[in-house]
């Protein structure tokens, strides 16, 4: 499905790539769902690829509810730019690369389910009329959930699907 330019359309292609990681990772015994990643990557393995998810799923609940009470949300985060993107992602790694498996799933699984009660209050002009609201700037408020879930959530797939082969 090309970019969602609608509401229905990002809420079923967000829905539809978060199934699609899930199943993949799903079906993995549990020997390959611990199983380190090769050398070169950040995320170690799944649930390190999972836990990153869910944080950017907080941080953009995080800047929608800054950005909509009409203040400046920093983005991508506190003390980050998106140019130290890099350090910011190392920090997310360390907050969780101890928690077990199944509870980063449980979280990423509330966190996407909120995200898709939010997408799910606003309608199309709200969400892909460019300028509509100064926390997102020049873009659109779909663009940003856009990037915290479908997008995201293939290339997690990729990502995976590229260190398990």
Known sequence: MPRPKTKAELIQLSQENFRKLNDFVDAFSEPELIAEFPEGTLNRNIRDVLAHLHEWHLMMLNW??????????????????????????????????????????????????????????HSDEELFEKKRYKWTGTTSLGAYFISATSSHYDWAYKLIKKCKK
Not at 95 to 114: C, I, P, Q, W
């Open 64 to 121: 929608y509810h800054v950005g909509m009470d009409g203040k400046k949300p920093d983005i991508p985060a506190k003390g980050y730019t998106w140019k130290t993107l890099p350090a910011l992602n190392k920090e997310i790694w360390d907050k969780y690369h101890t928690v077990d498996l199944g509870e980063v799933r449980k979280m990423l699984n509330t966190s996407f389910a909120t995200l898709q009660q939010v997408i799910g209050k």
